[in-house]
């Protein structure tokens, strides 16, 4: 009986929702707008709540309830009886949609169940419906500061409609269009009474004005993010500003990014990359990186994952046998870190990747044979560290990772002995997930 109930209040609320049609809404709309340019109206915020509502009532008109996951069938019992006036198949960044057409929306339906994967206005009630619903409320505000509770809870849903438009936007492949929107909403979040830091919005908004790429847009966002103290995962942001700025031809600021970027955030992969490519590339060698490395085990001596950091900048470099030290020493200040074992791991793995394609591509006998020795050591030599980090990791979405690699060295050696073809087994089933 509950379902029932469920649904019948769902199909009341769909026929309300569609009782309205855009003439009567624009109507509404026009009627508000003239009473807030009434001085006397104009003076209470009822009539600017009033035109906010209308407002909203139009932007929302068009999709009404559909939401991004709805079924097919969901979708047929909102659209109370709507057809669209075509559809067709399309691609879009290489995902295939089902895409609906109607007079006032595009909708597409994507996945094997035919799921709402998004949806577009193309005939709005009002234009910039949103825009001007925000300004209405902004000056009710204004005019009336105790309304601050109910508008900061409409100003949060035309924050998100926004973040909404921008998913949308994105998910069409238009990132420049998905960047603005995404400001949209920090901005919208920002404002009073709400006065909320949307630290993701923003830094949505830089993500996809780097993918444009609108390197100078993104030096603002990412910016922004910077300022207000957002990082992001593993310090991305400062990884990030560092190569926009390289793309932009202010090197020294680049650097000095990276730099930062270190200090706070010394296991940062696409940093420290980031700074073995720029001391690399601008001949000025690597002491630096290694003065950043010593300053931090001074402040942390026992921080086992600075000498994973050390491994990894030596193993960059090509200097084996000094990675293999700091990754040893790693070990030895913290025993359970499994980041030690993994980068000596697959240090000795891409070095038996490198013979291999080297051996494939010699023609002398004993060249190819010396290739194939060292093949074989290396590829034996990542086995035990990788074994270590798998047994005493306790993230357990590492082992598959981890089991990948001891799958593919162990199919080399599985001839070799019952033992060797057990643990190729073992850990075949768990790189697939079984």
Sequence with gaps: MKKIFLVLALIATVQIANAQKPEALKKAVAAAEAAAENPKKAAKAATWLKLGEAYMKAYEAPIGNIWAGASQQDLNLILGGQKPVAQEDVTINGTPYLKLVFEDKNIYLGGEEGRVAFYEVTNPVVDNALEKALNAYKKAYELEPKKAKEISEVITKISQKYSDEAAANYNKGDYGLASD??????????????????????????????????????????????????????????????????????????????????????????????????????????????????????????????????????????????????????AEINPEYEFGYIGKGIMYYNLAVDAQNKANDEYDDAKYNELAKQFEAYLKGCIEPFEKAFSITKDESLKPSIAEFLKNAYFRFRDESPENQAAYEKYDKIARGE
Aim: charge should be negative.
């Design 181 to 330: 929107f995404f400001v949209k909403a920090a901005d919208a979040a920002a404002s009073q009474p709400l006065a909320v830091i949307d630290t993701n919005a923003v830094y949505n908004a830089a993500l996809c004005a780097i993918t444009v790429p609108d390197y100078e847009k993104a030096n603002a966002l990412y910016g922004r993010c910077y300022e207000m103290g957002y990082y992001s995962d593993n310090g991305d942001v400062f990884a990030r500003l560092s190569d926009i700025n390289m793309h932009l031809g202010d090197s020294l600021k680049a650097k000095n990014y990276l730099e930062e970027g270190f200090q706070k955030f010394p296991q940062s992969q696409a940093i420290l990359i980031g700074l073995i490519n720029y001391y690399i590339g601008s001949g000025d060698g690597t002491d630096k990186l290694f003065e950043l490395i010593d300053q931090a085990k001074k402040n942390e001596p026992n921080n086992a994952s600075l000498y994973y950091v050390e491994g990894n900048i030596y193993s960059q470099l090509g200097e084996v046998e000094k990675a293999d030290q700091a990754y040893e020493k790693c």
